[in-house]
């Protein structure tokens, strides 16, 4: 290792891997951890999930005690974000500091779409830390009308959220179906009728033409004339790579930082990871940028150890894989949706359980499972080592049988 001083930009999930998988691959340089937040790294899935429970306020679900935190021996810049990147002359601008680096992770993440003209008008939030989740739990807590624009995962875990509570609650989708990106439009109009099925209003295919109040939302007005009443706008239409900071660098920006399929950024020294990485995934041939948590996870590892032991740099390949929980039912994706064919291949689509898998050619690319965990798993192993279709049809019907073997026992 010839590298002595790391520096990680984006104190979260993604830069908390790079500077522990740094440690335990032998590094005994300088480690500096530059995050924009106050706070020490935490866990963003459960923000949007168990931490808007009623009941009484949570913790901020912190990803390690302070004493595991410590041991790292790391010098940690919270509170102030990266402002500039200086690739030839190796460092990092933060306030009016520049920091020197030999190897350098980019983890910024990425930060949530806003809605125009939304400035200045209280109760409408997006959801992406810590700040914002107690703030959302605030409004549900005071018994809030909410209205959800956006039916993604983070907008439709809130309107779960909500429901459990009693609370009133409409989602607007401006896109015929929601989640058609995330498990295509068949599979989108199936799990979106979960909604429809708790007893929660989602409006598809409307978009918001404007929000209205007396300096708090008030109105969300729609583009088929409806208006909406609302004392909380939770937005949720996506997000953007935190790449800002970059521009005036020599790094090639494009959705993302364009990094090989080893999250090199194009220049010696520098990598990215999580949200804000956009990386030549081998195992499907392809750029992608995930904002998913276990991609996240890998990642910062990855481009930890190879950037201070770039001699040794082995590519990142990985399963796209995410969940999402809504009412009674855990929704989990691997793979790819952008299939030529799908098929629900247990249970039907209307069911609390089933699963569907897509294939691409005569291979299975992705695998969509409600309340089948262990059924994800199987299916994410095969995706991962390029299986043909047949034989995931055939994992498909041993399953069948052995449930079937299963409930004649019973």
Not at 68 to 96: C, H, N, W
Not at 101 to 116: E, F, H, K, Q, S
Not at 167 to 192: H, Q
């Amino acid at each position: 290792m010839t590298a002595q001083r790391l520096v990680v930009v984006g104190a979260s999930l993604a830069g908390l891997h790079a500077v522990e998988a740094a440690r335990r691959a032998g590094f005994t340089g300088t480690i500096t951890l530059i995050g924009s937040e106050k706070h020490e790294p935490y866990n963003r899935p459960p923000l949007s999930k168990q931490f808007l429970n009623a009941g009484p306020p949570p913790e901020p679900p912190f990803l390690r005690t302070a004493e595991k935190f410590g041991a790292l021996d790391i010098d940690l810049r919270l509170g102030r974000p990266a402002t500039e990147l200086d690739t030839e002359g190796q460092r990092v601008a933060v306030s009016d500091e520049w920091i020197g680096y030999d190897a350098l992770v980019i983890a910024t993440g990425a930060t949530p779409r806003a809605l125009p003209g939304t400035d200045g008008l209280a109760g409408v939030l997006t959801l992406r830390t810590v700040d914002d989740a107690r703030a959302v739990r605030t409004a549900l807590d005071a018994g809030a009308r909410t209205v959800v624009v956006g039916a993604g995962f983070i907008g439709s875990e809130v309107a779960s959220a909500a429901h459990k509570r009693g609370l009133p609650v409409t989602i607007v989708e401006a896109l015929p179906s929601p989640l058609a990106r995330a498990v295509g439009e068949e599979m989108g109009v199936a799990v979106g009728d979960f909604h429809r099925a708790n007893g929660v209003e989602l409006r598809c295919g409307t978009a918001v033409t404007k929000l209205s109040g007396d300096g708090r939302v008030e109105h969300v007005h729609l583009s088929d004339g409806t208006v909406l009443d609302a004392d909380l706008v939770v937005v949720g239409i996506g997000a953007a790579p935190e790449t800002g900071w970059l521009e005036s660098s020599s790094l090639t920006l494009d959705n993302g930082v364009v990094c090989d399929e080893t999250l090199n950024a194009g220049v010696p020294g520098v990598y990215a990871a999580g949200d804000v990485a956009r990386w030549h995934n081998p195992l499907f041939d392809r750029s992608m940028r995930l904002e998913h948590w276990t991609s996240a996870s890998e990642q910062g590892a990855e481009a930890a150890r190879n950037a201070i032991d770039p001699e040794r740099k082995q590519p990142y390949e990985t399963v796209p894989y995410f969940w999402s929980d809504w009412y009674d039912r855990k929704i989990q994706f691997a793979g790819l949706p952008d299939a030529e064919h799908m098929e629900v291949v247990s249970g039907q689509a209307t069911d609390r359980k089933f699963t569907a898998l897509y294939r691409s050619g005569d291979r299975l690319i992705g695998a969509l499972t409600v309340n089948r965990p262990a059924e994800n798993a199987k299916y994410q192993g095969l995706i991962g080592r390029r299986a043909c279709w047949e034989e995931a049809l055939e994992a498909a019907r041993a399953s069948a049988s052995r449930a079937t073997a299963a409930a004649a026992k019973i």
